[in-house]
């Protein structure tokens, strides 16, 4: 094998095709593209895949951590925990709805919010938390829930987590919220979309209005009912977070190969996991039985005290190499519109920081074949 590769193998890449292609021509010939029946039935299946009662499909995840915040009512003057390391719109929900986040730092091991810090962190202006299951492995929800007051709500941030369990509890099930992300990058896709899980039958009322702008009755009921001059209430302020029939129909033939995808990403990690151990300025990311990962990515720390190089030159030889990588993710609370606002320190969060600077996501995808790792694991060898 040689030290070049005729292509870059990307960082992410999403697996569709002839399903996702036939999928389309449903809606595309019936006519029906906004909200409707393909989206329901992704919602049924989505929903008993992660055992939860309701779900409701939404644009995005974003979206969808908003509809919880909403749902439960959060507004100025109120608190929500986040975890520092994660992706900027878990943050920026909570701003949405004129309320504070407070971020909490995360374990250098799993990268998930540091349960310990949390306690010093609650107000009683906290009103709710967002645990982030980053990059597919679940927070440690009931040690997090042991930590909080009973009046706290929980939203799972569970972009990376679907299909993944804590427990043998499904993600999306543990909290009074899940919100779910189908960005390409993540583990099934539809384009852009989300999907919010709940058990609590008067939080899927509530956020089921809001998704639709806040009308008492959905389009569809309005549309299949039978008295056509009936129009919905509004009497709350909602939104347009309504998934489109398209994507509904890709989501569907996408949830169909999520446990292939789960498999084969499975096998990768751990083979990644066994393959670079011998690497002493590599740290793995942490894996453990009760939680059952996803693995939407698998991301490595750099020690730069013993690496011959630093993290970013790293990264630069592995591009030259034809291998694409990317930092895992931002500490949120050291961008600049939250160090403008809230007055966040970097101090504050050492390990978010660290992890910012160190942290590197090697390729793992449904499209990647076993040339691909062994050429992967060859070049970051001979680093
Ligand atoms: C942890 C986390 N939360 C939220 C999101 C936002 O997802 P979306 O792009 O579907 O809004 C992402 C996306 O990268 C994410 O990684």
């Given at each position: 094998?040689?030290n070049?590769?005729?292509?870059?193998i990307?960082?992410?890449e999403?697996v569709t095709?002839?399903?996702?292609?036939?999928?389309?021509s449903?809606?595309?010939?019936?006519?029906?593209?906004?909200?409707?029946p393909?989206?329901k039935?992704?919602e049924?299946?989505?929903?008993?895949k992660h055992?939860?009662?309701?779900a409701?499909a939404?644009?995005?995840c974003t979206?969808?951590l908003h509809?919880?915040?909403s749902?439960?009512?959060i507004?100025?003057?109120?608190?929500?925990?986040?975890?520092a390391?994660?992706?900027?719109?878990?943050a920026?929900?909570?701003?949405?709805c004129?309320a504070?986040?407070?971020?909490?730092?995360?374990?250098?091991?799993t990268?998930n919010?540091?349960?310990e810090?949390?306690?010093?962190?609650?107000?009683?202006?906290?009103?709710a938390?967002?645990?982030?299951?980053?990059?597919?492995?679940?927070?440690d929800?009931?040690e997090i829930?042991?930590s909080?007051p009973?009046n706290?709500?929980v939203?799972?941030?569970?972009?990376?987590?679907?299909?993944?369990?804590?427990?043998?509890r499904?993600?999306?099930?543990l909290g009074?919220?899940?919100?779910?992300?189908?960005?390409p990058r993540?583990?099934i896709t539809?384009?852009e979309?989300?999907?919010?899980?709940?058990?609590?039958?008067?939080?899927?009322?509530?956020?089921?209005?809001?998704?639709?702008?806040?009308?008492?009755?959905?389009?569809?009921?309005?549309?299949?009912?039978?008295?056509?001059y009936l129009?919905?209430?509004?009497?709350?302020?909602?939104?347009n977070y309504?998934?489109?029939?398209?994507?509904?129909?890709?989501g569907l033939?996408?949830?169909?190969?999520?446990d292939?995808?789960?498999?084969?990403?499975?096998?990768?990690?751990r083979?990644?996991?066994d393959?670079?151990?011998?690497?002493?300025?590599i740290?793995?990311p942490?894996f453990?039985?009760?939680?059952d990962?996803?693995?939407?990515?698998?991301?490595v720390?750099?020690?730069?005290?013993?690496?011959?190089?630093?993290?970013?030159?790293?990264?630069e030889?592995?591009?030259?190499?034809?291998i694409?990588?990317?930092p895992g993710?931002?500490?949120?609370s050291?961008l600049?519109?939250?160090?403008?606002?809230?007055?966040?320190?970097?101090?504050?969060?050492?390990?978010?920081?660290?992890l910012?600077?160190?942290?590197l996501?090697?390729?793992?995808?449904?499209?990647?074949?076993?040339?691909?790792?062994e050429?992967i694991?060859?070049?970051?060898h001979?680093?």
């Open positions: 094998m040689s070049t590769k005729d292509r870059t990307q960082i992410s999403p095709g002839k399903e996702e292609l036939d999928a389309l449903v809606p595309l010939e019936t006519g029906w593209l906004t909200q409707g393909k989206v039935e992704f049924y299946e989505f929903a008993n055992s939860t009662k309701y409701f939404t644009t995005s979206t969808s509809l919880a915040l749902s439960i009512g507004r100025p003057g109120d608190e929500v925990i986040v975890p390391f994660t992706w900027v719109s878990t920026n929900v909570v701003v949405y004129g504070k986040p407070v971020f909490v730092d995360v374990r250098a091991d990268y919010i540091d349960v810090k949390i306690k010093d962190n609650i107000s009683f202006k906290t009103k938390i967002i645990p982030v299951h980053l990059f597919g492995l679940c927070a929800m009931d829930k042991s909080l009973r706290v709500k939203i799972e941030d569970a972009a990376c987590a679907v299909g993944a369990s804590y427990k043998s499904m993600s999306g099930s009074d919220f899940g919100a779910f992300s189908f960005h993540k583990i539809t384009g979309g989300g999907m919010l899980t709940t058990n609590d039958i008067n939080l899927a009322e509530k956020a089921e209005i809001l998704r639709n702008h806040g009308a008492s009755i959905s389009e569809e009921k309005r549309h299949l009912g039978a008295k056509p129009l919905p209430d509004f009497d709350v302020l909602g939104y309504r998934m489109t029939d398209l994507q509904g129909a890709v033939a996408q949830l169909n190969k999520l292939n995808f789960l498999t084969e990403r499975k096998k990768w990690a083979w990644y996991l393959e670079i151990s011998d690497i002493p300025w740290k793995l942490h453990s039985q009760e939680f990962h996803s693995w939407q990515a698998f991301v720390v750099i020690n730069e005290d013993n690496s011959p190089l630093s993290r970013n030159e790293i990264m030889k592995l591009l030259e190499a034809g694409s990588t990317r993710t931002h500490a949120v050291n600049g519109y939250y160090r403008e606002k809230f007055s966040t320190k970097k101090s504050d969060f050492p390990v978010a920081t660290m910012e600077n160190c942290s996501a090697l390729p793992l995808h449904n499209k990647m074949e076993a040339e691909d790792f050429y694991s060859k070049i970051i001979s680093i």
